[in-house]
């Protein structure tokens, strides 16, 4: 519930609090007095949009806040969901600058129009003449019937089926369309697939298929060279060893003659071994390296054909092209297997689509039940607010389809006179007739199921008497469960309120203002006699004033 509304600067208003009580709330005043200005701050924290023309002082900024009672709403969730702060009185705050800039807050956190209007949905709803066109609304037709059939929760329990059965469809399109160009791009993955198949495709490949090649291009040059140096050992004329074996053997006589002589003795010793192993190692090496014309073929092929798909693929190494090959594979695997999947997910869809088909038609089969009920009860309750031949007519139509509610559309259908045929609201009933209606719904929607507070702006336009009596009899039933807050013009109406709220207009230096007070229950015998006759109340008209208010017991 609306407990505290505090207005700063804003259009008449200087500054102002309200705080509300907990069922009927009645606001009376003069045409122009300010009813809807108050109405107009309201909706900034219900994430209207700002305009600087509000700013009653256009050097300050102005302030809108109000505090509201929500332990009842189960609204928790929203609060995790939007990462706010969660308390059971919840403050919301609307500022505009002088300057246009808008800033909102909930439990002082920041926070975006967007999330405003989610919030204040489950807070206020705000009923005037314009707002009959939620009767047009599908949810609101479904809420009202649903409520009477006690399957509110039941259908909560469908849309949640029907939202994996809508998931799952989605999931199988995707497949479907994956699947059908999967058809297309098997055959180019696959030959990409097997032309990274015909390499060696292992890190340091590529160097050593570069050196293979290298050697083979190159053998007879490297051959040349082997046997000269073979020759420069132990061949030919000129040779190392010879003439250091005759150095060994010089060194050998002086070993008897020092340790000194010993080492290098021994040195020489290791050095003619060490080349002597050379030279075996050169001529085996001669003896390998032999000039193959094919294999020069098969590894340039080789290389080749790496280096091509290195460029093709955008790789800079063997590593890349190993993960483009394990990519190109697992797109083979998923074509592989998505006909399975397919197949899967169609069963899946099968199941839950006859499981869904049998909540709604359980759900269809409630509402058809009471549809009957809502028809009579709101008939009469129309009759006793003078429109007994009104007829509301709620048609129940089966669909081919599913949808979030169901399997049904519901139309509502309405003739407020004998004799007319039922059409479209909008067709055949004027402002008052659909207020009167939306009323009747709303009363009926309150006693089944929780409603924020709800805000009536004149809906007693065009009624007098005893119609806006049994109005407000209406509104003070609907205020025993819920918080009720009703502007308007009529005594019989205004007698009905638990709190009575009064704006006025009065002038201050030179500037006129507007000013919302609580009445006392004298002032409210005095404020419902000026309603009821014309400059000063008469005793007559203090008397029926007293009468009306006792009538609210």
Same mark, same amino acid.
């Not at 060994?248 to 010993?262: D, I, M, N």
């Not at 519901?410 to 004027?430: M, R, W, Y």
């Given at each position: 519930?609306?407990?505290?509304?505090?207005?700063?600067?804003?259009?008449?208003?200087?500054?102002?609090?309200?705080?509300?009580?907990?069922?009927?709330?009645?606001?009376?005043? &003069?045409?122009?007095?300010?009813k809807?200005?108050?109405?107009?701050?309201?909706?900034?924290?219900?994430?209207?949009?700002?305009?600087?023309?509000?700013?009653?002082?256009?050097?300050?900024?102005?302030?809108v806040?109000?505090?509201?009672?929500?332990?009842?709403?189960?609204?928790?969730?929203?609060?995790t969901?939007? &990462?706010?702060?969660?308390?059971?009185?919840?403050?919301?705050?609307?500022?505009?600058?002088?300057?246009?800039?808008?800033?909102?807050?909930i439990n002082?956190?920041?926070?975006?129009?967007?999330?405003?209007?989610s919030?204040?949905?489950?807070?206020?709803?705000?009923?005037?003449q314009?707002?009959?066109?939620?009767?047009?609304?599908?949810s609101?037709?479904?809420?009202?019937?649903?409520?009477f059939?006690?399957c509110?929760?039941?259908?909560?329990?469908?849309?949640?089926?029907?939202?994996?059965?809508?998931?799952k469809?989605?999931?199988?399109? &995707?497949?479907?369309?994956?699947?059908?160009?999967?058809?297309?791009?098997?055959?180019?993955?696959?030959?990409?697939?097997?032309?990274?198949?015909?390499?060696?495709?292992? &890190?340091?490949?590529?160097?050593?298929?570069?050196?293979?090649?290298?050697?083979?291009?190159?053998?007879?040059?490297?051959?040349?060279?082997?046997?000269?140096?073979?020759?420069?050992?132990?061949?030919?004329?000129?040779?190392?060893?010879?003439?250091?074996?005759?150095?060994?053997?010089?060194?050998?006589?002086?070993?008897?003659?020092?340790?000194?002589?010993?080492e290098?003795a021994?040195?020489v010793?290791?050095?003619?071994?060490?080349?002597?192993?050379?030279?075996?190692?050169?001529?085996?090496?001669?003896?390998?390296?032999?000039?193959?014309?094919q294999?020069?073929?098969?590894?340039?092929?080789?290389?080749?054909?790496l280096?091509?798909?290195?460029k093709?693929?955008?790789a800079?190494?063997?590593?890349?092209?190993?993960k483009?090959?394990?990519?190109?594979?697992?797109?083979l695997?998923?074509?592989?297997?998505?006909?399975?999947?397919?197949?899967k997910?169609?069963?899946?869809?099968?199941?839950?689509?006859?499981?869904?088909?049998?909540?709604?038609?359980?759900?269809?089969?409630k509402?058809?039940?009471?549809?009957?009920?809502?028809?009579?009860?709101?008939?009469?309750?129309?009759?006793?607010?003078?429109?007994?031949?009104?007829?509301?007519?709620?048609?129940?139509?089966?669909?081919?389809?599913?949808?979030?509610?169901?399997s049904?559309?519901?139309?509502?259908?309405?003739?407020?006179?004998?004799?007319l045929?039922?059409?479209?609201?909008?067709?055949?009933?004027s402002?008052?007739e659909?207020?009167?209606?939306?009323?009747?719904l709303?009363?009926?929607?309150?006693?089944?199921?929780?409603?924020?507070?709800?805000?009536?702006?004149?809906?007693?336009?065009?009624?007098?008497?005893?119609?806006?009596?049994?109005?407000?009899t209406?509104?003070?039933?609907?205020?025993s469960t819920?918080?009720?807050?009703a502007?308007?013009?009529?005594?019989?109406?205004?007698?009905?309120?638990?709190?009575h709220?009064?704006?006025?207009?009065?002038?201050i230096?030179?500037?006129?203002?507007?000013?919302?007070?609580?009445?006392?229950?004298?002032?409210?015998?005095?404020?419902?006699?000026?309603?009821l006759?014309t400059?000063?109340?008469t005793?007559?008209?203090?008397?029926?004033?007293?009468?009306?208010?006792?009538?609210?017991?």
């Amino acid at each position: 519930m609306l407990k505290k509304l505090h207005i700063k600067n804003y259009a008449l208003l200087e500054e102002v609090t309200i705080g509300f009580d907990k069922s009927l709330t009645v606001i009376t005043g &003069e045409t122009g007095a300010g009813k809807s200005i108050m109405l107009g701050a309201l909706g900034l924290v219900l994430g209207e949009r700002a305009d600087m023309a509000v700013l009653r002082d256009k050097q300050k900024k102005c302030i809108v806040e109000a505090s509201f009672l929500i332990d009842s709403y189960s609204l928790e969730n929203f609060f995790t969901e939007n &990462e706010l702060d969660y308390e059971a009185e919840t403050t919301i705050r609307r500022e505009i600058a002088p300057d246009g800039k808008s800033r909102a807050f909930i439990n002082d956190t920041p926070v975006n129009l967007n999330v405003l209007k989610s919030l204040s949905q489950f807070l206020i709803d705000v009923h005037s003449q314009h707002e009959t066109l939620l009767l047009n609304q599908a949810s609101f037709r479904f809420n009202m019937v649903d409520a009477f059939a006690n399957c509110i929760e039941e259908r909560k329990q469908y849309n949640g089926f029907f939202v994996q059965l809508k998931e799952k469809e989605k999931k199988l399109n &995707e497949l479907l369309t994956f699947e059908q160009q999967a058809k297309k791009d098997f055959d180019y993955y696959q030959f990409q697939f097997t032309e990274l198949e015909q390499v060696n495709l292992k &890190e340091g490949n590529l160097q050593q298929l570069e050196q293979e090649y290298d050697t083979l291009n190159n053998a007879e040059f490297i051959k040349q060279n082997l046997v000269k140096a073979s020759a420069s050992i132990d061949g030919g004329e000129e040779n190392i060893l010879p003439h250091l074996s005759a150095l060994k053997s010089s060194l050998a006589q002086l070993t008897r003659y020092g340790k000194t002589y010993e080492e290098l003795a021994a040195r020489v010793q290791s050095v003619y071994i060490e080349l002597k192993d050379i030279s075996a190692e050169v001529d085996n090496v001669n003896d390998k390296v032999v000039f193959d014309q094919q294999k020069l073929e098969d590894i340039t092929t080789q290389l080749d054909l790496l280096n091509r798909l290195l460029k093709k693929h955008g790789a800079s190494n063997e590593q890349e092209l190993i993960k483009v090959k394990a990519e190109i594979e697992e797109k083979l695997s998923q074509f592989n297997s998505i006909e399975e999947q397919i197949q899967k997910l169609q069963t899946e869809i099968k199941k839950l689509n006859e499981s869904v088909w049998t909540k709604a038609k359980a759900l269809s089969d409630k509402r058809k039940k009471v549809i009957p009920v809502i028809q009579t009860s709101v008939r009469n309750m129309l009759a006793d607010l003078s429109m007994p031949n009104a007829q509301l007519v709620i048609n129940c139509k089966p669909t081919e389809t599913l949808g979030n509610y169901g399997s049904d559309e519901l139309q509502f259908l309405f003739s407020a006179n004998k004799g007319l045929p039922l059409s479209e609201l909008h067709k055949v009933a004027s402002g008052g007739e659909l207020s009167r209606l939306m009323l009747c719904l709303k009363s009926h929607l309150a006693e089944k199921t929780a409603l924020p507070t709800i805000i009536f702006d004149e809906i007693d336009t065009g009624v007098s008497g005893d119609v806006a009596h049994k109005i407000g009899t209406i509104l003070l039933k609907m205020g025993s469960t819920m918080q009720v807050i009703a502007i308007t013009h009529l005594p019989q109406l205004a007698s009905k309120g638990k709190q009575h709220l009064f704006v006025y207009k009065q002038d201050i230096k030179e500037q006129t203002q507007s000013e919302i007070k609580t009445l006392t229950a004298e002032e409210r015998v005095v404020e419902i006699a000026k309603m009821l006759s014309t400059g000063k109340p008469t005793e007559s008209a203090l008397l029926n004033a007293k009468e009306l208010l006792s009538l609210r017991n």
